[in-house]
C-alpha cells in the first residue's frame, strides 16, 4: 500500500516561528515511517512554503533555514502542494498557523490536515471572542475588559481608572491574539500599565485586561474521538518566574509540570476534565486541542487559554500527557493523523 504522504509544515510569519521550528523538526523526527512518508515543508517569513532537505530540518533557527533556502529548498507553490502531499500536519503556531489562515488554504485545495476549521481555529486564537463563547456556555472565565487602540489613543487616563475600579492590583494585560506568552505582562502598580499596554498594542490593535488569577494553571489536551472529545490527560504547571513566561515554556527544567496533577484534588480534575470537553465543544474545536486555565483558591475552575494546536517539542504537554496514556510520540502522531483523516472524510463543505 502507497504510504501516506504528510507534509510537516512549520516555521511561519509568527512570533511563534522558532517554537514552530522546534514542533515541526520533533513531529517530523517521530512519525512512523512504517505508515507514513513525511515531507518537511518549510513557511519563509513571506508565507511562501518551500520543500527541504532533512538537513536543514535540523537547523537551530528558521534564520539558519531561510538563508539557505535558494540554494538547497524548492519553492513550491501553493497550487502543487496536491502533487506533493496527501495530508498536512500543520505544526505551524500563531497568525497565518493555527488562526484559520493556512486551513482556509488548504480547504481550497482540499487537502485535509490537523486541528480544527477556519472558524474555530480563529476562534482559538482570539482569546476576547473565545471569552464571551465560554461564557454564554456558562463556563467559568477570567473578568476582561478590551481597550482598542483608539480607546487607548483617545481616553487613556480614563482606560486606566476603569481598569483600577474593575480589577484593583494585581491585573493583566495581554495581546488578544498572540500565544507563547508574547506581550502578557502582570501589573502590580498604577505607573507600570502604560508600557504593558503599549507592548500588547506592538502584537495587535487591541489590549485585553483580565483580574490576576491566583491558584493552580492547568493544560489538557483533547482528542477528538469518534464518541466524542476525550482529554488526554492533565498537566498541573508550576512556573519558576512569576507566571509562565516564554521561557519557563520552552528553556529546559524552567518549569515544575506534574502529568497527572499532584495538588488538584480528584473531584476538581473531575470538573476540569469535563469543562475542558465543554469548551473543546462550544468552541468547535476538532482533532485535538490544548484546553488551558486555573483552579483558584476557592475552588473555581477558570477556562482562560483555549488553543486548537499544541505545541509538539519533545517536552511538550502533548507529549508528556500522551507518554501518561502508555502512548510513544510517534503512536500518538500516528492517532492524530487518523482523527483528522476521520474528521475531515465526515465533514460537509469546510471543516
Ligand atoms: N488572568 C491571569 N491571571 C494570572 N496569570 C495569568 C493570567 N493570564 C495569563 N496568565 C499567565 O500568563 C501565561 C500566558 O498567558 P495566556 O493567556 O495563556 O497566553 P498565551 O496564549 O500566550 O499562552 C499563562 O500561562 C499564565 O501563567
Ligand atoms: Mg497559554
Redesign the pocket.
Known amino acids: 500500500m502507497e504510504k501516506l504522504r504528510v507534509g510537516v509544515i512549520f516555521g511561519g510569519m509568527s512570533s511563534e516561528r522558532e517554537v514552530s521550528l522546534n514542533s515541526g523538526r520533533n513531529v517530523y523526527d517521530n512519525l512512523d515511517r512504517e505508515a507514513y512518508a513525511p515531507v518537511p515543508l518549510f513557511m519563509d517569513n513571506a508565507g511562501r512554503l518551500w520543500l527541504i532537505p532533512w538537513q536543514l530540518v535540523s537547523q537551530n533557527t528558521t534564520v539558519d533555514i531561510s538563508e539557505r533556502l535558494e540554494k538547497e529548498a524548492k519553492h513550491v507553490a501553493y497550487e502543487d502542494l496536491k502533487d506533493l502531499i496527501d495530508f498536512a500536519f500543520i505544526a505551524l503556531h500563531g497568525k497565518y498557523g493555527d488562526d484559520g489562515c493556512i486551513q482556509g488554504l488548504l480547504e481550497l485545495l482540499g487537502l485535509p490536515f490537523t486541528g480544527p476549521g477556519v472558524l474555530a481555529s480563529a476562534l482559538g486564537m482570539d482569546?476576547h471572542i473565545q471569552q464571551k463563547i465560554l461564557q454564554a456556555e456558562g463556563l467559568g472565565v477570567?473578568r476582561s475588559m478590551l481597550v482598542t487602540e483608539e480607546m487607548w489613543a483617545e481616553r487613556r487616563e480614563e482606560v486606566e481608572r476603569d481598569f483600577e475600579e474593575k480589577f484593583g492590583y494585581p491585573?493583566?494585560i495581554?495581546p488578544p491574539r498572540?500565544?507563547?506568552?508574547?506581550g502578557?505582562a502582570?501589573i502590580r502598580e498604577r505607573g507600570e500599565t502604560g508600557a504593558a499596554v503599549e507592548e500588547a498594542l506592538r502584537w495587535d490593535n487591541a489590549a485585553l485586561a483580565?483580574?490576576?488569577?491566583?491558584g493552580i494553571?492547568f493544560s489538557s489536551i483533547v482528542l477528538d474521538e469518534e464518541n466524542g472529545p476525550v482529554p488526554l490527560s492533565l498537566t498541573e504547571?508550576h512556573?519558576q518566574s512569576d507566571?509562565?513566561?516564554y521561557n519557563d515554556k520552552y528553556m529546559p527544567g524552567r518549569c515544575r509540570k506534574f502529568t497527572p496533577p499532584k495538588n488538584i484534588p480528584a473531584d476538581l480534575i473531575n470538573v476540569i476534565k469535563k469543562d475542558v470537553v465543554r469548551a473543546f465543544r462550544a468552541l468547535g474545536f476538532r482533532c485535538y486541542g490544548r484546553i488551558?486555565g486555573?483552579v483558584l483558591k476557592d475552588g473555581r475552575v477558570l477556562i482562560?487559554?483555549p488553543?486548537s494546536s499544541s505545541g509538539m517539542a519533545p517536552s511538550s504537554f502533548f507529549f508528556e500527557q500522551a507518554a501518561e496514556n502508555g502512548m510513544l510520540p510517534s503512536m500518538v502522531l500516528s492517532r492524530l493523523i487518523e482523527i483528522a483523516l476521520r474528521v475531515h472524510r465526515e465533514k460537509l463543505g469546510p471543516l
Open positions: 482569546k477570567p491585573f493583566v495581554k498572540e500565544g507563547s506568552s508574547i502578557v502582570i483580565e483580574e490576576f488569577l491566583d494553571e504547571i512556573p507566571f509562565f513566561t488551558d486555573f482562560t487559554d488553543n
